[in-house]
C-alpha cells in the first residue's frame, strides 16, 4: 500500500471540495449517481444521525444518491406501527424485566403481529417505495428483517421487494446463511451477507457460508476486510465477484499499518483501495452495488450529508 502525503491528501480533499461545490443540484432536478456504468449509494447508516424518515430520504437526494441500501430502522414506526414499549437493551434482557414490562411487550408483541399482517400493509410499503422513486432515488437493498422464524423471515422478503429491493442484508454467519438464505430462495430473492472482522477469524470459511443456499451472497465490506486481515480486497472482487452483490466503500488504514491499523479515515487518507476497486468493477462491467458507508468521524462544520457527497465525488472521480 503506498503511503499518502500530506500534500496529495490536500489536493484531493480540494477537489472533492470542488467537485462538490460545483455540482449543487438543481431543486427539483433528481440525483443520478451511476457513472460510467457503476452505481455509487450509500447505506442510510451513514444519515444515523438523521431519524425521521423523511429527512433520511431528503439527505439521500441532497448528497446526490440515486440508489442505496435503506436500513429498516424507524420505518415501521414511519408507516404506523404500534410503538415497542421497551428498549433494544431491554428486549435482549427480557428475563431481567420487571412483569409489567413483560406484559406490555406481550401486547405489543400481538399487536404488531396484527399490523404487519393487516390487509393494506404492502400497499404502504409500495407507497414508500414511490416516495423514494419520485425524489429520484432506488431502494437496491434493505438492511432489516422481522425476526428469525420462517414466517418473520419470510414476511421480511415480502416487504423488500415491496420497497423494490433485491433482496436483504444482514451480517454473515451460519444461522444468517442456513435460515435467511433459505427464506431469499423461498421469495425468489437473494440473501447479502455483510462483514466486519469475520474474515479474520481463524477457521472462517466463506466457501461453505455461500453454499448453504444458492441465494446466498455477498455484501462485501472493502474497509473492514482490510483493515482486520492486511488482505488485498481487490484480489478477493476478482475471485469472488458472481457472488458479491454490493460492496461497502470505505477508506481504513490496513492491518499493519506503520502507526496503527484498522482506524476509519475519509477518503483518500487511509490504506484501501478505492480507486482500483471501483476501476476493476467498472472495467468488467460486474453488476455490484458500490455503496459509501460513512464511518469516519464528521470534521467540525460539516454533517453527515456533506460528507456523504464528498464520498460520492471521491467515486464518481474514479470513474469519470
Not at 35 to 42: K, L
Request: with cysteine; aromatic share 8%; charged share 30%.
Amino acid at each position: 500500500m503506498k503511503n499518502k502525503t500530506i500534500k496529495s491528501v490536500a489536493s484531493v480533499l480540494a477537489m472533492a471540495l470542488l467537485m462538490l461545490i460545483t455540482s449543487v443540484s438543481v431543486e427539483g432536478q433528481k440525483p443520478d449517481s451511476k457513472y460510467d456504468g457503476v452505481q455509487i449509494g450509500a447505506i442510510t447508516y451513514s444519515f444515523r444521525d438523521i431519524r425521521e424518515v423523511d429527512a433520511v430520504l431528503q439527505a439521500c437526494v441532497d448528497a446526490g444518491l440515486s440508489s442505496v441500501e435503506l436500513m429498516g430502522t424507524g420505518i415501521e414506526a414511519y408507516l404506523g406501527a404500534p410503538e415497542n414499549p421497551l428498549t433494544w437493551r431491554e428486549m435482549r434482557r427480557l428475563d431481567e424485566q420487571s412483569d409489567e414490562k413483560k406484559e406490555a411487550f406481550a401486547k405489543y408483541q400481538k399487536e404488531i403481529k396484527a399490523w404487519r399482517y393487516s390487509d393494506d400493509i404492502m400497499n404502504k410499503y409500495v407507497a414508500l417505495k414511490k416516495k423514494f422513486n419520485d425524489a429520484g432515488v432506488n431502494i437496491h437493498i434493505y438492511k432489516w428483517t422481522a425476526g428469525m422464524s420462517d414466517e418473520e423471515l419470510d414476511y421480511s422478503f415480502k416487504v423488500a421487494k415491496a420497497l423494490g429491493a433485491i433482496g436483504i442484508t444482514t451480517e454473515i454467519g451460519e444461522e444468517n446463511c442456513t435460515k435467511v438464505g433459505a427464506a431469499a430462495e423461498r421469495a425468489g430473492m437473494v440473501a447479502i451477507f455483510h462483514n466486519h472482522f469475520q474474515y479474520a477469524e481463524e477457521g472462517f470459511d466463506v466457501d461453505k457460508l455461500l453454499a448453504m443456499n444458492p441465494a446466498n451472497r455477498l455484501n462485501f465490506d472493502i474497509g473492514h476486510y482490510l483493515g482486520s486481515t492486511g488482505k488485498d480486497p481487490v484480489a478477493f472482487i476478482e475471485k469472488y465477484h458472481e457472488q458479491i452483490a454490493s460492496i461497502h466503500v470505505k477508506d481504513k488504514t490496513a492491518k499493519d499499518h506503520e502507526v496503527k491499523g484498522n482506524v476509519n479515515k475519509p477518503f483518500g487518507e487511509g490504506d484501501t483501495p478505492i480507486h482500483e476497486v471501483l476501476q476493476l468493477i467498472q472495467k468488467n462491467a460486474w453488476p455490484i452495488y458500490c455503496d459509501i458507508e460513512l464511518e469516519y468521524k464528521v470534521p467540525e462544520g460539516s454533517n453527515s450529508v456533506k460528507e456523504t457527497a464528498i464520498c460520492r465525488e471521491y467515486c464518481k472521480k474514479a470513474l469519470l
